[in-house]
């Protein structure tokens, strides 16, 4: 089995993140996409405290997929800099884990 990680983004819309999600998924880029609820984001930006309403996106794939995936958010993502971020999964089910290796092994 590969390395399983979590790659986080956010996105200032749900259609959109909904897009995001659908697309890993029909590429074989992610076993599954969670796109939450809407929630507050604050941040700097330019020199100016910033603050927006965004919707979190946790894609659930393998190490080997990021630059595909990053590739993919950078192309539907509005915003000049997106976040993401890749997070190691350093355990789990074991049975969760081995298919989220099926599902994105495909490519």
């Known amino acids: 089995m590969t390395e399983p990680v979590l790659i986080v983004t956010n996105y200032p ?3 959109n993140a909904t897009a995001l999600a659908e697309e890993l998924i029909k590429q074989h880029l992610a076993a599954c996409v969670n796109v939450s609820s809407a929630g507050r984001s604050i941040y700097r930006w330019q020199g100016k405290i910033e603050s927006a309403e965004e919707f979190q996106v946790w894609i659930k794939t393998r190490k080997q997929h990021h630059d595909r995936v990053e590739q993919l958010i950078k192309m539907m993502h509005p915003y000049e800099l997106p ?3 890749m997070v190691p999964i350093i355990g789990g ?3 969760y884990l081995q298919w989220i290796n099926d599902e ?3 490519i």
């Open 83 to 85: 976040e993401i971020i």
């Open 93 to 95: 089910s074991t049975a």
């Open 104 to 106: 994105t092994n495909t």
């Open 13 to 15: 819309d749900s259609t």
